[in-house]
């Protein structure tokens, strides 16, 4: 049991290049989330996504696009990087179920746009 | 909309010495509120929760919180800590209810030296 798994771990790339980072979950949760990390800013939601198929924007989703074609899939795309998209990111999935609605992190991805 | 506040950006302390983590959060609706933990160069994992019931809540290694509803707290205490402890600390509030997001505070980076 992987839990949630990202694509790669570390990436550079030049301004204007796009990319794609995958997120993987092996728990057959509902809900799947993007955030980026940046220092004294905490973790800010950039997309998520309520089920397969479905996609929704959270607070700084611009310059972003992301996919959910099969359930244990979620793509964050950055068509034309630019440097302010330097940042770590971090997939997060949950399950319906439950009162607590736990979210699991991944491991991140540290992307670094020159 | 809820928003935390996490008024201690870092917070060095010595070993074995008693620390609190800060969390205020703000909110017109029932909330549940969270602290996760992200040692050096990984991913969030949850540290404890509040739901309902009791407003103190623990953790497996020694960490505790208290939810105050009148000052809209929930700070995160240990009475002994340990140079393991070092890693940031996230604080978290989510709306009650199935649908809601997970809004966090900016991070208190803890330092534990000897």
């Known amino acids: 049991n992987a839990g949630v798994t990202q694509t790669p771990k570390f990436r550079v790339l030049k301004t204007g290049q796009s990319m794609t980072l995958l997120c993987a979950q092996d728990?057959?949760?509902?809900?799947m989330y993007w955030y980026r990390q940046d220092p004294g800013m905490g973790l800010r939601l950039i997309h998520y996504s309520v089920g397969e198929g479905t996609t929704a924007k959270g607070e700084v989703p611009d310059g972003y696009n992301v996919s959910r074609l099969k359930k244990q899939n979620f793509l964050l795309g950055l068509e034309s990087a630019a440097p302010s998209q330097t940042s770590v990111y971090f997939c997060a999935s949950r399950g319906v179920a439950g009162p607590s609605y736990e979210q699991y992190f991944g491991p991140g991805t540290r992307l670094t746009v020159t | 909309a809820q928003s935390v506040t996490q008024l201690d950006s870092q917070v060095p302390v010595f070993e074995e010495a008693p620390v609190e983590l800060r969390c205020n959060y703000s909110s017109s609706v029932s909330v549940y509120l969270f602290w996760y933990v992200q040692y050096p160069n990984q991913g969030l994992q949850l540290l404890l929760k509040y739901l309902s019931g009791s407003t103190l809540v623990e953790s497996i290694n020694g960490f505790e919180a208290e939810f105050n509803k009148s000052q809209t707290s929930f700070h995160l205490r240990k009475p002994s800590v340990h140079i393991s402890d070092t890693a940031e600390y996230f604080c978290a509030v989510r709306r009650a209810g199935t649908a809601s997001k997970l809004t966090f505070g900016t991070g208190t980076r803890l330092q534990v030296t000897l």
């Open positions: 728990m057959n949760h509902e809900y």
